[in-house]
């Protein structure tokens, strides 16, 4: 790079289609323009409704977390964007792979209880898993 030229960053723009038939619309101002955070919040939420206060985040609410979105691939909870309930193996099976993971990757750097709370969650996901498994 010379001298006399700057860095420049980028600006990404979500324009793809939403589920529900609405065609978005690109956001925010103009290229080179500045908009304050307040409205693009406002208009990516596309309601004036405020967002619901978020848990803490945590290794723990993480992990439980990725248990969660185990639990909605292997069809034992609904899905929270349809209301339905689905399978899909596959997908389980990674994300209970991506736990035992990062249950090795973080092995001697977990507090006692994230460590048993880790081996408990694998160990009841795997079990499902298996059964779910053995009915197809």
Do not use: C
């Not at 919040?41 to 439980?64: A, D, N, Q, T, Y």
């Not at 899909?88 to 209880?113: C, F, R, V």
């Not at 408990?120 to 996901?125: E, I, K, S, T």
């Amino acid at each position: 790079m010379e001298s006399g030229e700057e860095k420049k960053g980028f600006t990404i723009r979500d324009r793809r289609v939403s589920t529900q038939g609405e065609e978005r619309k690109p956001e925010g101002p103009p290229k080179g323009e500045a908009a304050s955070s307040a409205e693009e919040s406002k208009s990516m939420r596309g309601s004036p409704e405020p967002m619901p206060e978020l848990p803490e985040v945590s290794f723990s609410s993480f992990i439980l977390s990725l248990s969660t979105s185990a639990l909605v691939h292997l069809g034992e909870v609904p899905d929270p964007v349809t209301q339905k309930m689905e399978k899909h193996l596959p997908l389980a099976k990674q994300t209970i792979d991506l736990l035992a993971m990062l249950m090795e990757k973080t092995k001697g750097n977990l507090s006692g209880d994230e460590e048993k709370m880790m081996e408990h969650l694998l160990a009841d996901l795997r079990w499902r898993y298996v059964r779910e498994a053995k009915k197809e």
